[in-house]
């Protein structure tokens, strides 16, 4: 009986320890691990989308909190007008969380373009979202509505053949990215005047 | 016979060089040894890891129950393997790309598991600390060399770290890389050529 108790005991006591120091660690590396991200992951896919822009969009950035997540938003600057904004979504796809960076023309409701920071899916087949432009690509210049599909689920993406669920994920990341954005354009507005200076 | 401090550290260098001589912990040498930084960089958050959970292992070896000692070395070397992860996503993050999954597996890596066993459990705090760091000093020179050896033949270059690089056509442009080197069956045919010329050495 006593061998058991001692056994409960070093077991929780280690487990709780252990939780704690990641939890410590995890507290401590969480700007810097968000600062190489941005430098490495979302930095390219920005750069990317805000091509041509007047201003830093990387630098120009400001937070909001949508429902309980705090998101980061990218300002770019074009015909000296900070018109264009840009942010994350995910959506799930073949091999886990695919993050799309979306970027929308506040002044003409257009999306500015799509562009694909992290996946884990199929290199060959479902990497080509990333790697290639075909499907992202697709995705300039239409207008924000209620969502966009692929073909094959009657809307008007041209999946990547081999690759229908990464395709269906990307098109779902954008969808949740047009809802975000409607539901909190008033939002995004008054934040996006401060950089217009 | 009860090696000194010194014996426990170097065996891990040649006598039980991990990959090589004991041919343990396969996975990571044959999936991140396409480059010699890959290889490197796995062979030192493996070595931080072994350290790491010697240490704590071995100190900690009298209060934990014979009965969970699995369960407490797989608590330990998970807590540690994360906080390498961490700190590689904060500080090296284009190298932690690259090694991607392989990362995290550095929890079932035969090696760390292993030494957790075999040794730490029934050592003292200095003994364990010796033997981790040369069983990871060995490990990190295995991969770093596979690697070398694969990324010369499969690139024509030699990556130690960052720029810090050769490249074999500037010296010799007619070289043609063949890329098979670092792709999966490259990996078996190079480790199959270092284990022969190992066996070679040693068998003198």
Redesign the interface.
């Known amino acids: 009986m006593n ?1 058991m108790i ?2 409960v005991v ?2 929780t006591v ?2 709780s320890v ?1 939780g704690g ?2 939890a410590a ?2 507290q401590g ?1 969480a700007s ?2 968000e600062a ?2 941005l ?3 979302k930095g390219p896919a920005i750069n990317n989308l805000m091509a041509g822009s007047a201003n830093n969009p990387i630098e120009d950035r400001f937070k909001l909190t949508v429902g309980d997540v705090e998101r980061s938003f990218f300002v770019g600057k074009f015909d000296g007008k900070p018109s264009t904004v840009a942010f994350e979504s995910f959506a799930k796809g073949f091999g886990g969380d695919i993050g799309v960076m979306v970027a929308f023309n506040m002044e003409t409701e257009k999306l500015k373009g799509a562009a694909v920071t992290i996946h884990s899916e199929t290199p060959g087949l479902g990497a080509n979202a990333k790697e290639k432009p075909d499907l992202v690509a697709q995705f300039s210049g239409l207008p924000v509505s209620e969502g966009v599909k692929v073909t094959k689920d009657g809307g008007q993406i041209n999946a990547i053949s081999g690759a229908t669920i990464t395709s269906r994920a990307v098109c779902d990341a954008v969808s949740k990215a047009m809802g975000t954005y409607q539901q909190i354009k008033p939002e995004i507005q008054q934040e996006i005047q401060k950089f217009g200076k | 016979m009860a090696k000194t401090i010194v014996q426990e550290f170097t065996k891990g260098l040649w006598q039980e060089l991990p990959p090589f001589r004991l041919v343990l912990g396969l996975c990571p040498t044959l999936g991140v040894t396409t480059s010699m930084e890959n290889g490197l960089g796995m062979g030192i958050a493996t070595t931080f890891v072994l350290v790491g959970a010697n240490l704590l292992i071995s100190m900690l070896r009298s209060i934990i129950p014979a009965k969970v000692r699995i369960a407490c070395f797989i608590i330990i070397i998970a807590a540690f393997v994360t906080i390498v992860e961490l700190l590689m996503q904060a500080y090296t993050y284009p190298l932690y790309l690259k090694l991607g999954v392989f990362i995290p597996l550095i929890v079932v890596n035969c090696i760390v598991l292993g030494r957790a066993e075999a040794f730490a459990y029934k050592n003292n705090i200095s003994r364990s600390m010796a033997d981790g760091l040369g069983i990871g000093i060995g490990f990190t020179l295995s991969l770093g060399a596979l690697g070398a050896v694969r990324e010369l033949l499969g690139y024509g270059s030699i990556t130690v770290w960052g720029d810090f690089s050769y490249n074999l056509l500037t010296n010799f442009p007619s070289f043609q890389p063949f890329t098979f080197m670092v792709q999966a069956p490259g990996a078996f045919i190079a480790l199959g050529l270092m284990l022969c010329f190992i066996n070679v050495v040693g068998s003198k």
């Open positions: 061998e001692k056994m070093v077991l280690l487990a252990a120091v990641l660690v995890n590396t810097q691990i190489q991200q430098q490495f992951v």
